[in-house]
């Protein structure tokens, strides 16, 4: 399976795979929201449902690799503190910020902000490993990728920077960084350890810190509990375990910024699944949007 991974011929495949599922993720976070009947300002209830999905997501990664008799292959045990830091950065605090900017935040705006991620780690990458130059090449099409985004969000005659607020932007932003620094920890961790097996020891170390903050925090109300409701954390759970699964093994085998670019489709295809899906609103500028993301990761990923 590792051959997979390394080979260039099924890096976009399996890059586009995880930006679809995480687009998906989008609309059913908001069907299980309905479902289990969570309000918008409970955060407590949030981070308990996001505690859930990855404390679980990561066992069924772990999972999966008890059956391909896959360890973590530790080098040496002190190498534990980055998988901790890991969990720590890439579950944990990159989803808390998440969820309390997006109580405080609109839909346009938290998509934006989040999307700097890919876009951070991209520079940041290029700053630290040897084999992620940055070229002239990465600029544009970085920059061709997050104009694309911003298309999707700005609507003529409003005021964006409106209500602009610490505890809702500051939260996205500081999100997109924790979620930068995560990408990066991935490369270094998948030097030390099975990078498979790390995925899905620090996806549950993650979730389940979530899952004792949300509890301390305590639900606004009591869930609940329907077969629907617990088939879309299901599609959720599974959606965190292939994707998570997938990307953090792309970005062990080639140059981030070549892996990176793709979330720019995230933001893109998650208001197309939204109106598809939800019967929000679907607009014209959303597939010019795609076409320009896709010509920026077309630009990043050219020889």
Same mark, same amino acid.
């Given at each position: 399976? *590792?051959?997979?991974?390394?080979?260039?011929?099924?890096?976009?495949?399996?890059?586009?795979?995880?930006?679809?599922?995480?687009?998906?993720?989008?609309?059913?976070?908001?069907?299980?929201?309905?479902?289990?009947?969570?309000?918008?300002?409970?955060?407590?209830?949030?981070?308990?449902?996001?505690?859930?999905?990855?404390?679980?997501?990561?066992?069924?990664?772990?999972?999966?690799?008890?059956?391909?008799?896959?360890?973590?292959?530790?080098?040496?045990?002190?190498?534990?503190?980055?998988?901790?830091?890991?969990?720590?950065?890439?579950?944990?605090?990159?989803? @808390?910020? %998440?969820?309390?900017?997006?109580?405080?935040?609109?839909?346009?705006?938290?998509?934006?902000?989040?999307?700097?991620?890919?876009?951070?780690?991209?520079?940041?990458?290029?700053?630290?490993?040897?084999?992620?130059?940055?070229?002239?090449?990465?600029i544009i099409g970085s920059l061709l990728g997050l104009?694309?985004?911003?298309?999707?969000?700005?609507?003529?005659? *409003?005021?964006?920077?409106?209500?602009?607020?610490?505890?809702?932007?500051?939260?996205?932003?500081?999100?997109?960084?924790?979620?930068?620094?995560?990408?990066?920890?991935?490369?270094?961790?998948?030097?030390?350890?099975?990078?498979?097996?790390?995925?899905?020891?620090?996806?549950?170390?993650?979730? %389940?810190? @979530?899952?004792?903050?949300?509890?301390?925090?305590?639900?606004? %109300?009591? &869930?609940?509990?329907?077969?629907?409701?617990?088939?879309?954390?299901?599609?959720?759970? @599974?959606?965190?375990?292939?994707?998570?699964?997938?990307?953090? *093994?792309?970005?062990? &085998?080639?140059?981030?910024?070549?892996?990176?670019?793709?979330?720019?489709?995230?933001?893109?295809?998650?208001?197309?699944?939204?109106?598809?899906?939800?019967?929000?609103?679907?607009?014209?500028?959303?597939?010019?949007?795609?076409? @320009?993301?896709?010509?920026?990761?077309?630009?990043?990923?050219?020889?």
């Amino acid at each position: 399976m *590792e051959r997979i991974f390394k080979d260039n011929k099924y890096k976009t495949l399996l890059a586009v795979i995880c930006s679809v599922g995480w687009s998906l993720a989008y609309p059913f976070i908001k069907l299980g929201y309905q479902s289990f009947q969570i309000a918008s300002d409970d955060l407590g209830g949030k981070i308990l449902f996001a505690g859930i999905r990855f404390f679980m997501a990561g066992l069924f990664v772990m999972l999966f690799c008890a059956f391909r008799k896959t360890g973590l292959d530790l080098k040496d045990k002190k190498d534990l503190r980055w998988l901790l830091l890991l969990a720590l950065v890439n579950t944990t605090l990159h989803y @808390m910020f %998440a969820y309390i900017g997006l109580g405080y935040n609109s839909s346009a705006r938290s998509t934006i902000l989040d999307s700097l991620g890919g876009f951070i780690l991209i520079f940041l990458s290029a700053m630290i490993f040897a084999d992620d130059k940055m070229t002239t090449h990465k600029i544009i099409g970085s920059l061709l990728g997050l104009a694309g985004i911003v298309l999707i969000n700005i609507q003529p005659g *409003e005021d964006f920077f409106k209500d602009v607020t610490f505890r809702g932007d500051g939260m996205i932003l500081l999100n997109a960084v924790f979620s930068a620094i995560g990408g990066l920890l991935t490369r270094i961790v998948s030097k030390k350890m099975n990078i498979m097996m790390a995925t899905g020891q620090s996806m549950a170390i993650g979730g %389940a810190l @979530m899952l004792v903050i949300g509890i301390i925090i305590g639900p606004a %109300a009591p &869930w609940v509990i329907t077969v629907r409701g617990l088939l879309i954390l299901l599609v959720l759970i @599974m959606i965190s375990a292939v994707c998570f699964g997938i990307y953090n *093994e792309l970005l062990a &085998w080639h140059p981030i910024s070549q892996i990176a670019i793709y979330n720019a489709l995230i933001p893109v295809l998650g208001v197309i699944f939204a109106a598809l899906i939800l019967s929000e609103e679907l607009k014209w500028q959303y597939f010019l949007s795609v076409l @320009m993301v896709a010509a920026g990761i077309y630009i990043v990923n050219r020889k």
